[in-house]
């Protein structure tokens, strides 16, 4: 544990209730027990509220220790481990261990504006950064997410989770035998700002279904350049990986896996596929990529059970909940 300085604030204290008073300016956040929101726990620091580098240590501590109060939890899990930090010029950089990108969307979000929140007390402190694995955070987008301040969350505690969006999507994946396609009914949470829900399709596409009755149609480590739509009609934009020819799988699995897919959105009526911008050409023997293709239900042999997704864990996706009936 790094915050060797502060332990002597932590002796004989069973959690930041035990030192609350009303006349304290402080609070520490903590997630309510069902992950809906924060609550503010009154807090009166042992550090002298002069000494910045001090309570800063002592905040940071009691949030790696969360609390023994049974309505609230830790904002992390135990295997999130803050392994640094940096303060310099009015600014904290918070450094913290890989498994942090494990966490769920929400509980992130929760997470992060508490940590936040609970810092910017702290007066000398106007800016707060985070990093995970040694880079800098980025959000379920893949937009970085900066420095926070004050300005960076809504007015009240936990209103993050109203940037938090749920999309049902309808996915098509390539059967086992990779002869036909497996309907996969997803729910999944993304952050709503900055993405389409043509875009979120084919990112979900390219991480394959949760399922084990389907594998992903598209080759493996595709990559998605853009996605757009005008009049109904859908461009996408891969990268020269979707050439790479896995010939277990069907080639008309392989793009309408794609169109059928992206064909379930009110927005979309027709689908073009593009690699690097070019279109000009024929997709292993028959398909050829400057044709505009509708919806191939024919393919469609089965369907799966609907699964509940997390876009954040997409390196490491899972089923959270059937919602199937």
Do not use: W
Not at 84 to 113: G, P, T
Request: negative net charge; contains cysteine; proline residues 2%.
């Amino acid at each position: 544990m790094i915050f060797t300085a502060a332990a002597m604030f932590l002796a004989g204290m069973t959690g930041c209730g035990e030192k609350k008073t009303e006349e304290s300016d402080y609070y520490i956040y903590y997630m309510n027990q069902d992950m809906t929101g924060l609550e503010m726990v009154v807090y009166e620091p042992e550090a002298d509220t002069d000494d910045t580098e001090r309570l800063l240590e002592e905040f940071l501590d009691l949030i790696d220790e969360g609390t023994e109060r049974v309505e609230y939890q830790k904002l992390y899990p135990d295997e999130v481990e803050l392994e640094q930090y940096e303060y310099s010029d009015n600014h904290l950089n918070l450094y913290f261990s890989k498994a942090y990108s494990e966490m769920s969307v929400i509980q992130e979000a929760l997470s992060r504006e508490a940590v936040v929140e609970t810092m910017l007390q702290i007066s000398d402190i106007t800016g707060v950064s985070f990093y995970v694995d040694g880079e800098p955070l980025t959000d379920a987008n893949g937009d970085l997410v900066g420095v926070m301040t004050l300005e960076s969350f809504l007015d009240n505690p936990s209103e993050a989770l109203n940037n938090i969006q749920t999309a049902e999507l309808t996915l098509y994946f390539a059967s086992p035998d990779g002869q036909s396609l497996v309907r996969e009914t997803q729910l999944v949470y993304y952050y709503s700002s900055n993405i389409s829900t043509e875009k979120l399709v084919m990112e979900q596409l390219l991480e394959g279904p949760v399922s084990d009755d389907a594998q992903s149609a598209i080759p493996a480590d595709t990559g998605l350049i853009s996605v757009s739509v005008m009049d109904g009609a859908c461009m996408v934009n891969l990268d020269e990986n979707f050439l790479t020819q896995n010939y277990d799988i069907q080639e008309d699995v392989v793009i309408y896996s794609i169109v059928n897919s992206l064909s379930e959105l009110s927005t979309v009526d027709t689908v073009q596929i593009a690699v690097n911008g070019e279109n000009n050409m024929v997709y292993r023997q028959d398909l050829s990529l400057q044709d505009f293709y509708t919806a191939n239900p024919d393919l469609v042999t089965e369907q799966v059970e609907d699964v509940e997704v997390d876009q954040e864990e997409q390196s490491e996706k899972e089923g959270l909940l059937d919602t199937g009936e």
